[in-house]
């Protein structure tokens, strides 16, 4: 049976129920099998664990109820934001919203460009997604450009800023309907397709965001490569050249979906799936070197299943797990590359939030994060973690909507919502910081 790759959450499901008259990829079909059928894990798996009779996710008691949920409720990349929620003074408020030809149903992270947020949806516009702009200190919310299918479609990843332009990477569409890897020219206007992911052998498909490391951009794909299990892989902006290079084989992790980062000489990411026993792993990769290394692997003891991109404090960088920990409902998480140390900071106990899957982001030495489930309305919560004093605590209690990572321009963070709104196709969301942050550029958050 062929390996199912993480489209089992963000992708097969949503292109069954949202796009029933696409053809699927045979991966997708038994992906989307094995949700409707309730295929479940086997615990006692060998260290890979990604093959239909081998997922570690569908068992959890949390995850069990989810296979049902109605279409764009995907679990990669989602939030859970509440437009009413309230802790203290500080509300989460609905600043704009999307009526269809403007784009619908956004589900990635905004990228903050001197003050200006852009974004993508999955629909709306010509039925392939758009591409976005927000003001915040005027409020408007522009539509930019369209996908048509030719140029890509399902834009599911945040956008990355490098020498003037936005860069990207769509799930369908492009030459050979795996998706492609596209610019847009702020100045000019002009979204142009760059790249196509075929769908196998080396090229893989299922990209996720790209990051902008010595010149060049690097992202990993989540199926495709040597054993199938995901790649990951360079653009050149000046040469136009995409290259895989490097392979996962499941031992050294599978996967791979949250966006890679730079510390110092390397990028950092992690595998949702693989490495020891199953349960993701994280890993360097030395571009000058071209070497792709393991450095630890998650246990479920010490959290498992990894979504979210690293953010680095310091000399040290920081994550979440899905599940794991304590109570087996994820936890936060240190990596330490001067000593090679994965230390569990936190685990969630479902009062303080449940099955975290977004990014943390870092504003003034304070980190920030959600989680899907949990809270006084077990809708989730948003989260502030302090590394030097090691507190958890818990700014709101989440109550329904769904939305992606935070991002932060001056000392007020801004998601999505993939719904709600009066038209019912998503919104943006605002939340102001409590130790307002406004004026000091160097609190202005990460991207």
């Known amino acids: 049976m062929q390996p199912i790759h993480r489209m089992v959450f963000n992708r097969a499901r949503t292109l069954m129920q949202c796009y029933p008259n696409r053809i699927l990829s045979k991966e997708a079909g038994s992906a989307v099998a094995a949700i409707f059928m309730g295929i479940g894990p086997d615990k006692s798996r060998s260290g890979i664990g990604v093959k239909v009779n081998a997922m570690p996710y569908f068992r959890h008691p949390v995850l069990r109820p989810l296979r049902t949920i109605p279409c764009f409720m995907g679990l990669v990349g989602l939030l859970l934001v509440s437009l009413t929620a309230t ?115 080396s090229n893989g498909m299922g990209a996720s965001g790209l990051t902008a490391f010595g010149g060049m951009l690097y992202g990993t794909t989540d199926s495709g490569g040597t054993a199938g299990y995901g790649t990951l892989f360079s653009y050149d902006p000046k040469s136009g050249r995409l290259k895989t290079l490097a392979s996962f084989m499941g031992s050294n992790g599978g996967l791979p979906r949250a966006n890679l980062t730079g510390a110092g000489s390397k990028l950092y990411g992690t595998t949702f799936t693989g490495g020891t026993v199953g349960y993701g792993t994280l890993f360097s990769y030395d571009p000058k ?109 989440l109550r329904g909507n769904v939305g992606d990572d935070l991002t932060a321009v001056d000392g007020t963070l801004y998601s999505t919502t993939d719904s709600g709104g009066p038209a019912g196709d998503g919104t943006i969301v605002a939340y102001r910081l409590p130790n307002s942050l406004t004026g000091r550029s160097e609190c202005g958050g990460s991207r």
């Open 87 to 201: 802790s203290g003074t500080s509300t989460i408020k609905t600043v704009a919203t999307f009526t269809g030809p403007n784009g619908k149903h956004p589900t990635a992270s905004l990228t903050n460009v001197d003050g200006t947020l852009y974004g993508t949806t999955i629909g709306g516009g010509m039925g392939y997604g758009t591409l976005f702009s927000y003001d915040p200190s005027s409020g408007r919310l522009k539509m930019l450009a369209s996908f048509n299918g030719s140029d890509g479609g399902l834009p599911l990843t945040g956008l990355t800023d490098f020498g003037g332009k936005l860069y990207g990477t769509t799930f369908i569409g492009g030459a050979a309907g795996y998706g492609t890897l596209y610019s847009y020219n702020p100045s000019k206007g002009h979204l142009k397709t760059l790249a196509n992911f075929t769908g196998s052998g």
């Open 289 to 397: 070197r071209t070497h792709l290394k393991t450095l630890a692997s998650f246990i479920e003891s010490n959290g498992g299943l990894p979504l979210a991109s690293l953010t680095g404090i310091g000399r040290k960088l920081y994550g979440t797990t899905f599940i794991g920990g304590r109570a087996d409902y994820g936890t936060l998480f240190s990596y330490d590359p001067t000593d090679g140390r994965l230390k569990m900071l936190a685990s969630f106990d479902g009062t303080d939030g449940a099955l975290p899957q977004a990014r943390l982001i870092a504003v003034c030495g304070t980190l920030y994060g959600t989680t899907t489930k949990g809270g006084a309305a077990s809708h989730g919560t948003l989260f502030s973690y302090e590394p030097s004093t090691g507190v958890l605590r818990v700014l709101v209690s």
